[in-house]
């Protein structure tokens, strides 16, 4: 049944208490809302059911051992792991193999379930990447993981961590190769002025021996008379 509860300097924060799901914790509505909401209902446990057996990103429930005690299709979808096999794990020993982003392995302190079931504190949008353990050398899944503690009412740490995460290793493909094309046009940009460069020396250095000869032969000219005989030998021939 629903209560409500407030505190100095805090928001009214309406508790929900359900046999078998502990506490539900939302923004109670303020005198002002009320009338607004009046109307409103919360969702029925088939339709949370129905969202949570069709949504795209997956879902995960660790106890406090951090065992894994439920997850959605979606979970098993991306993980490519059967409810069963997923069902009974650990979060510091997942069924497959985890990255950072350079390709570094990931430490299981940085798992997300075990940050949150050591720390109590939430992770928000941390990219790792994922390899089945009999296939280490292949290209890795990439997901983009949040995830938060749950707590019951007095306790200091948490009961449940709950993982949620989204496949995006078509985006990060996208993102790898703009950055390849990238590094690319500016390796050939740098080749061009490199190129350029060279030629306009190789084109300088004929030019100013040319222009010196010229110069020497300017001053090594006979008198004017003689020059004129001279071009005009040159012009008859």
């Not at 809302?33 to 995960?60: A, K």
């Not at 982003?101 to 430490?107: I, K, L, M, N, T």
């Amino acid at each position: 049944s629903p209560c409500t509860a407030t505190g100095r300097g805090a928001s009214t924060v309406q508790v929900s208490l359900h046999p078998g799901r502990g506490p539900q914790y939302r923004p109670a509505a303020s005198a002002a809302q009320g009338d607004r909401i009046q109307g409103s209902r919360q969702l029925t446990e088939e339709e949370h059911s129905f969202l949570f057996e069709n949504m795209t990103q997956g879902v995960i429930f660790h106890d406090a051992s951090g065992q894994v005690v439920h997850a959605n299709p979606a979970a098993c979808r991306i993980l490519k792991l059967t409810y069963d096999e997923l069902l009974g794990q650990y979060a510091a020993q997942p069924g497959f193999f985890i990255v950072y982003e350079d390709g570094a392995p990931a430490r299981p302190e940085d798992f997300p379930g075990v940050k949150v079931l050591t720390s109590g504190q939430a992770v928000f949008n941390q990219i790792l990447g994922i390899h089945q353990e009999a296939d280490k050398e292949a290209a890795p899944q990439w997901i983009l993981v949040n995830a938060q503690p749950r707590y019951r009412p007095g306790d200091s740490r948490p009961y449940q961590a709950v993982v949620i995460f989204e496949d995006i290793t078509r985006v990060t493909q996208m993102e790898h190769d703009l950055r390849a094309a990238k590094e690319q046009a500016e390796y050939f940009n740098r080749l061009k002025s490199a190129f350029l460069s060279n030629l306009s020396h190789e084109i300088r250095i004929p030019i100013d021996g040319v222009l010196g000869a010229m110069d020497l032969f300017r001053q090594s000219l006979p008198p004017d008379e003689v020059r004129d005989e001279i071009f005009d030998l040159i012009d008859d021939n």
